[in-house]
């Protein structure tokens, strides 16, 4: 499958962005989807993830309460939401479609098979 991710930009602390990612080349509706993120110098890191029929969704304590993921498959588009952004939400957000199917969410690197190109977000203070 391929993703293309789009939606970043500069923002201040404390407003919204929505990240879209828009998949083509497989069935989307039944896989897991999930955003990432890699700020400067480390690793990159799991935000938020979503079961293929979107009924299950998981969140990483850093973004809990202010980021939501959704998806609409008729449109074969997974979103990220993101509110009350903060400076360390600085980095580049990527999108992942995962190997699995189901009603189960993944929260690791390796269980994801695609990857979007990424789209950066800045937050200024």
């Known amino acids: 499958v391929q993703l293309q991710a789009s939606g970043g930009g500069l923002v201040q602390a404390g407003g919204s962005r929505r990240l879209s990612c828009v998949a083509s080349g497989r069935t989307f509706r039944s896989y897991c989807m999930g955003w990432f993120r890699q700020a400067p110098g480390k690793e990159r890191e799991f935000v938020a993830t979503?079961?293929?029929?979107?009924?299950?969704?998981y969140y990483s304590d850093s973004v809990k309460g202010r980021f939501t993921i959704s998806r609409d498959n008729a449109k074969n588009t997974v979103y990220l939401q993101m509110n009350s952004l903060k400076p360390e939400d600085t980095a580049v957000y990527f999108c992942?479609?995962?190997?699995?199917?189901?009603?189960?969410?993944?929260?690791?690197?390796?269980?994801?098979?695609?990857w979007g190109q990424g789209t950066q977000v800045t937050v200024s203070s």
């Open positions: 992942a479609a995962s190997y699995y199917s189901g009603s189960v969410y993944y929260t690791e690197i390796y269980q994801y098979a695609s």
């Open positions: 979503i079961t293929g029929a979107g009924g299950s969704t």
